[in-house]
């Protein structure tokens, strides 16, 4: 993470979130080459059109509901992390 990422890497819950299924994101490898680890407003939308508004994926264009007022942070990871869980691996590994 750069500069633009302020002092979240300061954050003792960083470690634990950065890698977290809820933070991460499957992209054609010519975007996430682009935004790598660029901050979120970038990889949202940029002037290069190699983010996730161009993405050809679904994936990508889910994010909104779980921003909190338009930035990504751990409630976001939290709540995208529960919802991945009850759509997709809840479908592959009912617990039932």
Do not use: C, M
């Amino acid at each position: 993470p750069g500069a633009s990422w302020g002092t979240i890497g300061a954050d003792p819950k960083f470690d634990d979130y950065v890698q977290r299924v809820g933070n991460l994101l499957i992209l054609e490898h010519d975007i996430n080459t682009s935004i790598k680890n660029k901050d979120f407003p970038h990889k949202k939308a940029n002037s290069s059109g190699k983010d996730y508004a161009h993405s050809h994926l679904k994936l990508p264009h889910t994010l909104v509901p779980f921003e909190s007022s338009g930035t990504w942070d751990f409630a976001s990871i939290d709540a995208r992390q529960a919802d991945l869980a009850d759509i997709y691996a809840a479908s592959v590994w009912p617990l039932i």
